[in-house]
């Protein structure tokens, strides 16, 4: 417990933005987030007052930080299992906890625990050799997408193999790089994808957000848009009741993000993710309860806070990294601040490198046509200058 506050500390590993953005709303709980990074430049560390450095892989650095709070949970998925169950073993309080977090960590895991769950999925299966590859592009027809079990992130990780010949042209030659854990899934004929964010205190209370659509380029997130357009209520109701399922199946406390297909219709399952997401940025104006604050409700086991829109539509854009262009951040900001005093900016402190994400920008308002426009373009403003 914090003696000056009379309230709990809570911590977490890891210092990019998913910490700021917490931090920034553990100020409002009467908090300041005590973060574990890596160097002094990572997001959180340059804002944050609390902050101790170390590495997540290393036991003792994560044990010394561990013990001097009251709960602690993660920005990244990357903590070691082992880990984060040597520490709970100790008496330490983690959320989410390593038999949950491994099916963020795993996706071989986290399918064949779908799979056993019920939940729908794209066809696959584990895939140690270019034969099992074969065999399984021969039964659900080419292309296949080969993903890593571990590791991947933003599309990296993930690819669309032709045939039986291109794992090899890939680099993914099982012969060659054993160390790899590769799984193929059928490509489904997505319409477009959607995500769901629900949180789940220790005591069991759930709270689930409005299911949104999310829109990728290059494999990355670009924008989000709040709610779903044109979303039938059916598949509505059944996304939050998956992500709710899926949120007490796992045993998740703290948010959990599900990432969704929309495939004829009907939903398929992507991927978990048991942390505050890119998905959910849009809640810290487009809903009563930011999923930051949410997070931080749950790993604490106080009451969930309201998760309804405060907007018809809400679009958060994504700014990534672009062409210097002469023109500096100060001045993008002014510009854009110029041209449209309703945007809201989030700027997470990192250096700009081409396609990172630096930051993103929401926008509230009655009809989306409008607002999408609008966010769009206020993201070019910052990425781009013009
Ligand atoms: P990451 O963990 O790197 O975000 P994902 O597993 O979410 O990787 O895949 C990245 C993107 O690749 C998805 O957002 C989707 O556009 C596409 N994708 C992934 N799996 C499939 C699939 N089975 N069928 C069709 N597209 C897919």
């Not at 100020?27 to 560390?45: C, F, H, W, Y």
């Not at 997408?145 to 933003?154: I, L």
Request: hydrophobic fraction near 45%; include cysteine; aromatic fraction near 4%.
């Amino acid at each position: 417990m914090d003696t000056r506050t009379g309230l709990p500390i809570v911590g977490m590993v890891g210092g990019g933005q998913l910490a700021r953005m917490t931090h920034q709303a553990a100020i409002a709980l009467g908090q300041s987030l005590r973060v574990l990074a890596r160097t002094p430049e990572d997001g959180a560390a340059l804002v944050a007052a609390d902050v101790q450095y170390g590495e997540h892989t290393d036991l003792a650095a994560l044990r010394t930080f561990a013990k001097s709070c009251d709960v602690v949970t993660f920005d990244h998925e990357h903590v070691p299992g082992e880990h984060i169950r040597a520490l709970a073993a100790e008496g330490v309080r983690l959320h989410p906890g390593a038999d949950a977090l491994r099916y963020a960590q795993d996706k071989a895991l986290m399918r064949q625990r779908l799979t056993d769950l019920g939940a729908p999925v794209p066809r696959w299966r584990r895939v140690a050799t270019v034969d099992e590859l074969a065999a399984f592009g021969a039964q659900v027809g080419w292309p296949v997408v080969v993903k890593t079990a571990r590791g991947g992130y933003d599309g990296r990780g993930v690819w669309v193999i032709d045939g039986p010949a291109g794992l090899a042209a890939a680099g993914l030659d099982p012969a060659d790089r054993p160390e790899l854990e590769l799984i193929a899934e059928e490509r489904v004929a997505l319409r477009r994808e959607l995500a769901v964010q629900v949180a789940r205190s220790p005591f069991g209370q759930i709270a689930v957000y409005p299911v949104v659509e999310t829109v990728q380029r290059d494999g990355i997130c670009v924008e989000v848009l709040a709610p779903a357009p044109d979303l039938p209520q059916r598949l509505a109701v059944a996304a939050q009741q998956l992500a709710i399922d899926l949120a007490t199946a796992l045993d998740v406390v703290g948010l959990l993000a599900v990432e969704l297909f929309e495939v004829d219709g009907e939903l398929v399952v992507n991927e978990l993710a048991m942390r505050p997401h890119n998905s959910g940025h849009w809640t810290i104006e487009g809903a009563r309860t930011s999923q930051f604050e949410q997070h931080l409700r749950a790993v604490l086991d106080y009451p969930m806070g309201e998760t309804a829109l405060t907007a018809p539509a809400v679009v958060m854009a994504n700014v990534l990294g672009g062409a210097d262009g002469g023109i500096g951040i100060d001045e993008r900001l002014h510009h854009l601040f110029a041209t449209d005093p309703g945007a809201k900016v989030h700027l997470y402190g990192k250096q700009v490198r081409p396609g990172r994400k630096i930051g993103h920008v929401t926008v509230l308002g009655a009809e989306l046509s409008d607002v999408r426009g609008r966010a769009a373009r206020a993201a070019r403003w910052l990425q781009e200058g013009r």
